[in-house]
């Protein structure tokens, strides 16, 4: 299959070089890390036993691209930019592997094909240009946006599944959203305040702010009809909390690299949707506060 990863940062840059094993894969990447990738190929760490080098295809320019598929991995205030570019190209598919909320119906705004969502848990790092490590074997999740039988995503769960990449393909993907959600509002903003691993929810202190975070983030998926218990939601944040422990989550990478974080589109998103069923969570709000008091103070929004 012909596949464009469009935003080859820690995580497109690790499921890039994953499938690129298997399939002809561009990554849209920044300047250095794409004339890195073209000059030697890309180096991918603690997947196996050694270092494994892919050759694939790398750009900073993503326009007028064709492919079967585009894995869509930008961080998620850059979507709509993201939409715009890839609609002057031509592809049969493009799926989200992103963070937060609302990142497929801002593509689905800007483009005529199926749009499909998706989840990854993969730990990575770009350690520098040309080199990214996994840190984590996680799983992706992908089906269509909506929910139901679709097969193009069965296509492409295949096409990962043949590279090597642990993917299910789901049916009931708008609660797996809210589900990985749950996960991101536990974990992210955490980690990133208080300068520690993914394993630093599953202990006191934190963790008792984290599970909040977790448990309001269930309750409104609920208050949208979303069948997720607070109880499933906490499973599966302390599932990815402990696959994941020593990990630096993406929003800790994005403070220590002083990057605007994707606050917004996570615990952001639960204080907005929370206010449209009029519920209250505190946690989430505060956690809001802190990150873009810090984004602020950095001159990042
Ligand atoms: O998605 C993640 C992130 O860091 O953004 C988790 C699952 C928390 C892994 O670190």
Request: aromatic share 2%; with cysteine.
């Amino acid at each position: 299959m012909d596949i464009v990863v469009f935003g080859a940062g820690s995580l497109g840059s690790l499921v890039g070089g994953l499938l690129a094993r298997e399939h002809d894969v561009t990554l849209v990447a920044r300047e250095a890390h794409a004339r890195a990738v073209r000059e030697s190929g890309l180096r991918l760490e603690s997947v196996d036993d050694s270092p494994i080098h892919v050759s694939p295809a790398a750009t900073t320019d993503g326009t007028g691209l064709e492919a079967e598929l585009a894995v869509v991995t930008v961080k998620s205030f850059d979507t709509d930019g993201a939409a715009q570019t890839l609609a002057t190209g031509s592809f049969d598919a493009v799926c989200s592997l992103q963070n937060g909320m609302g990142n497929e119906a801002t593509l689905a705004a800007r483009l005529e094909v199926p749009i499909l969502a998706g989840t990854a848990t993969y730990g990575a790092i770009l350690r520098e240009p040309g080199v990214v490590a996994c840190t984590g074997v996680g799983e992706v999740v992908l089906g269509a946006r909506d929910g139901g039988p679709s097969a193009i995503a069965e296509r492409v769960g295949k096409s990962f599944v043949a590279a090597g990449l642990e993917t299910t393909v789901a049916d009931d993907m708008p609660r797996r959203l809210w589900e990985k959600l749950a996960v991101n509002a536990g974990i992210n903003a955490v980690t990133a305040l208080t300068a520690t691993e993914n394993g630093a929810v599953l202990e006191e202190p934190a963790t008792d702010l984290a599970r909040a975070a977790t448990r309001e983030t269930a309750r409104v998926a609920r208050a949208r009809g979303v069948s997720l218990s607070n109880r499933e939601a906490l499973t599966a944040m302390e599932t990815v909390a402990e696959a994941t422990a020593a990990n630096t989550s993406s929003m800790r990478q994005d403070v220590l690299a002083d990057r605007r974080t994707e606050i917004d589109a996570i615990n952001g998103y639960v204080v907005d949707r929370a206010a449209d069923s009029r519920l209250e969570v505190p946690r989430n709000r505060t956690l809001t506060a802190l990150v873009r008091t810090w984004e602020r103070g950095r001159g990042l929004r």
